[in-house]
């Protein structure tokens, strides 16, 4: 079966800062990977999205970059933080070995505050 | 782009029916998905309808009516647990894969 990992559970950061969270899946070759940030009481918001290794989009300019240095791994990155990087961090997968090739599978999120 | 739209928030009893409405407008619609997202966790996938009619999966069902934009989930027999939000999220042929997730209506169980 197919399970998704994402590190740290919790960040507190200094601003301007540097970040680093990590995303893995296992059970599934070749998925579509996700990150997607929510904010206190708000909607889920997709920031990246990559069909494969190397391939990132990006779906709202920001601070925040993404890599894909390994099919099932995936980075959100930034060199400095600021407050309104704040939020809940989620990384999803979705995969052609799903009935419903494009439901997306989420991760247990980070929980990331700046100060 | 899209407009979601769906209630912020709805109130119900232990036992009772509750339905949560989505409205949404789109281009080359291409299914539509809903998820639980219970507070401070994930969101977890209940459902996806791309054909018109009801699909039902226990205790949720969920409807869809292309030609109306319009979708509904269904919670019967509530229990405390399914205090949550429910995200509606349609997806598009011309964004395949990429889903946009409405606001989440927040469900509040009570005794």
């Known amino acids: 079966s197919q399970t998704i990992h994402q590190w740290p559970a919790t960040l507190v950061q200094p601003v301007g800062s540097p970040l680093s969270l990590e995303c893995t899946v296992e059970g599934t070759s070749n998925p579509n990977l996700y990150w997607y940030r929510q904010a206190a009481g708000r909607g889920l918001q997709l920031l990246f999205y990559?069909?494969?290794?190397?391939?990132i989009s990006s779906e709202v300019p920001q601070n925040l970059s993404a890599s894909r240095p390994q099919d099932r791994q995936f980075i959100l990155s930034s060199k400095k933080l600021l407050l309104s990087d704040s939020g809940f961090y989620l990384c999803?997968?979705?995969?052609?070995?799903?009935?419903?090739?494009?439901?997306?599978?989420f991760g247990p999120g980070t929980r990331l505050l700046v100060l | 782009g899209q407009n979601i739209d769906q209630p912020t928030e709805m109130t119900a009893t232990e036992g009772a029916i509750v339905q949560i409405n989505c409205t949404y407008q789109t281009s080359g619609f291409n299914g539509l998905f809903w998820y639980q997202q219970h507070a401070g966790e994930a969101p977890t996938f209940l459902s996806y309808n791309v054909l018109d009619g009801l699909e039902e999966k226990g205790r949720f069902s969920s409807f869809l009516s292309r030609s109306k934009g319009y979708s509904y989930l269904l919670l019967k027999e509530l229990q405390m647990k399914d205090s949550a939000s429910y995200l509606c999220?349609?997806?598009?042929?011309?964004?395949?894969?990429?889903?946009?997730f409405g606001a989440g209506t927040q469900v509040v169980v009570t005794p």
């Open positions: 990559s069909v494969g290794i190397g391939q």
């Open positions: 999803a997968w979705s995969g052609w070995d799903r009935v419903v090739v494009e439901t997306q599978y």
């Open positions: 999220a349609p997806m598009t042929t011309d964004s395949w894969g990429k889903l946009q």
